[in-house]
């Protein structure tokens, strides 16, 4: 193979030469998330007709849209399956290190025991199965926090059943920093600067999940509803995970712009809040439940 080494030394420097200078070679920009579907076969019950890998490639991409900061570079390298779990989905971490400290490695399994009735959308990009959208926020000294964006009222195939996007965006969720074997992760989670609303605590439930009814990275999905990355998911990642400069807001359709009309007529709900200097109370914090302006097809 002596001509071929030969040959390789001889294009090599081209080669490289060439992905340094054309114009279709992409820089790596913020988080990638590069996902490999390792096999087992979804549950034979499982309806929507949509299928794991789309979903996943949808829930990657949402999170990716949350951490674009050109100036850092965060790669987490994910396998996933199906498999008989204890609920829904698990995250195990496989790896983790670095500087900034980050989880660089983990397996997802996503339950087949026939336990989990899920809802596998063949649209997983819009919310077109859900009629209504609520929301929620922390009122901080920076003005709103959101805190939950939960689409409920699902028909037909959605209807009562576990939807595995939100599943495939929780689990992502611990691969990026919520996690409990996660070295730099730690309970509860304080805001710092650069990042904004720095001063405000995040309550989690050990360094896994936030303890915020309706947060993606909250303990409880219900069936027949949908939960979307809320910023305080976000938040929560690039402070554990030390990204500076987060999107807070990474869903492009419909939100952000729909959002802002939707926060009309509010509905107080308790929940808790602390702030900077170590004062702690509880508030009111506000939901607005209607009919999606999207509605359901
Ligand atoms: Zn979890």
């Known amino acids: 193979m002596k001509s071929l080494n030969r040959h390789l030394i001889r294009v090599l420097p081209i080669v490289a030469a060439a992905a340094l200078l054309g114009p279709s070679v992409e820089v790596q920009a913020g988080l990638i998330i590069h996902a490999t579907f390792v096999g087992g076969d979804a549950p034979s019950d499982m309806a929507g007709g949509g299928d794991l890998i789309d979903i996943f490639d949808a829930a990657a991409s949402f999170w990716e849209a949350a951490f674009t ?7 987490v390298n994910i396998q996933y399956q199906w498999g008989p779990v ?5 995250f195990r971490t496989t790896g983790q290190g670095g500087d900034p400290h980050r989880i660089e490695s983990g397996t997802i399994t996503f339950d087949n025991s026939g336990r989990t ?3 596998a959308d063949p649209t997983p990009r819009d919310n077109s199965e859900y009629t209504q959208y609520t929301q929620g926020h922390f009122d901080t000294p920076e003005g709103p926090l959101i805190i939950s964006r939960v ?13 595995l996007l939100s599943i495939a965006e929780h689990e992502l969720g611990h691969a990026l920093g919520l996690s409990l074997d996660n070295t730099g992760a730690s309970s509860p989670i304080i805001v710092t600067a650069p990042l904004p609303f720095a001063g405000v605590m995040i309550p989690s ?26 910023p305080v998911d976000v938040l929560a990642e ?4 030390q ?7 990474p869903y492009s359709v419909p939100e952000p712009d729909s959002l802002a009309l939707l926060s009309i007529g ?7 809040r602390v702030f900077r200097y170590g004062r702690s109370r509880p508030v009111a914090w506000v939901s607005s439940m209607f009919n999606s302006p999207w509605g359901a097809s």
């Open 238 to 241: 690039a402070q554990i995970s």
């Open 151 to 163: 689409y409920s009222g699902a028909t037909g195939d959605a209807a009562g059943r576990v939807d």
């Open 205 to 230: 439930v050990g360094t896994d999940h936030l303890d915020i009814v309706g947060a993606l990275m909250g303990l409880i999905q219900l069936p027949g509803d949908r939960y979307l990355i809320s």
């Open 117 to 119: 009735p899920f809802f």
């Open 69 to 75: 900061d050109p100036k850092d570079h965060w790669v």
């Open 243 to 249: 990204f500076g400069d987060p999107n807070l807001n």
């Open 86 to 90: 204890n609920g829904n989905g698990q």
């Open 266 to 272: 509010l509905v107080a709900l308790a929940a808790w």
